[in-house]
T-cell receptor, first 108, second 119 residues
Framework: GQSLEQPSEVTAVEGAIVQINCTYQTSGFYGLSWYQQHDGGAPTFLSYNALDGLEETGRFSSFLSRSDSYGYLLLQELQMKDSASYFCAVRNFNKFYFGSGTKLNVKP | GAVVSQHPSRVICKSGTSVKIECRSLDFQATTMFWYRQFPKKSLMLMATSNEGSKATYEQGVEKDKFLINHASLTLSTLTVTSAHPEDSSFYIC???????????????FGPGTRLLVL
């Protein structure tokens, strides 16, 4: 089976940097994805890491350490529109299993 | 980017009736689609994998006779909630992988979701 842990809620101010951690246990691992979901909306893809290291896409970066079963999403230059829930998801072959989500509150 | 649609976006039904939800990939072919269920302020729970031309595979604990899945074409999968009860009320989301884009298997595109309320 799979289990993922991430903080339930994080609060930060506009312009700041925030890191959302994700630890996982899984029977099979192909990679770690991150998704953003605004209230009432569908998840949108942010990033995917199959190999160890840092992937950068604009203001968002994602890191993976396979040996530690750990990853994080780094959001820089926070904006109010970044307030949303962020989910990590492990890929096991062609399926994705999601963490419980981290609600990010960005304050002015 | 790839687009996935769902229909209907919202549905209210009486207990005991069946509800069909459609998931379509609009600009790509999807041999595999996924169905998730999400309760308020909770995570997405993978229910089943819908495979074009073959039977769906269900996750442990998901009743296949309750949640019927049909993947009739490369762009359409349907989820039918049979004999719906109030506890089936939830947000149902489908996703599809675009394996032709060169991005490999890591990218899923999600539909906008269907909010089901069973009275």
């Amino acid at each position: 089976g799979q289990s993922l842990e991430q903080p339930s809620e994080v609060t930060a101010v506009e312009g700041a940097i925030v890191q959302i951690n994700c630890t996982y246990q899984t029977s099979g691992f192909y990679g770690l994805s991150w998704y953003q979901q605004h209230d009432g909306g569908a998840p949108t893809f942010l990033s995917y890491n199959a190999l160890d290291g840092l992937e950068e896409t604009g203001r968002f970066s994602s890191f993976l350490s396979r040996s530690d079963s750990y990853g994080y999403l780094l959001l820089q230059e926070l904006q109010m529109k970044d307030s949303a829930s962020y989910f990590c998801a492990v890929r096991n072959f062609n399926k994705f299993y999601f963490g419980s989500g981290t609600k990010l509150n960005v304050k002015p | 980017g790839a687009v996935v649609s769902q229909h209907p976006s919202r549905v209210i039904c009486k207990s005991g009736t069946s509800v069909k939800i459609e998931c379509r990939s609009l600009d790509f072919q999807a041999t595999t689609m996924f169905w998730y269920r999400q309760f308020p302020k909770k995570s997405l729970m993978l229910m089943a994998t819908s495979n074009e031309g073959s039977k769906a595979t269900y996750e442990q604990g998901v009743e296949k006779d309750k949640f019927l899945i049909n993947h009739a074409s490369l762009t359409l999968s349907t989820l039918t909630v049979t004999s719906a009860h109030p506890e089936d009320s939830s947000f149902y989301i489908c996703s599809a992988r675009d394996v032709t884009s060169g991005k490999g298997q890591e990218t899923q595109y999600f539909g906008p979701g269907t909010r089901l309320l069973v009275l």
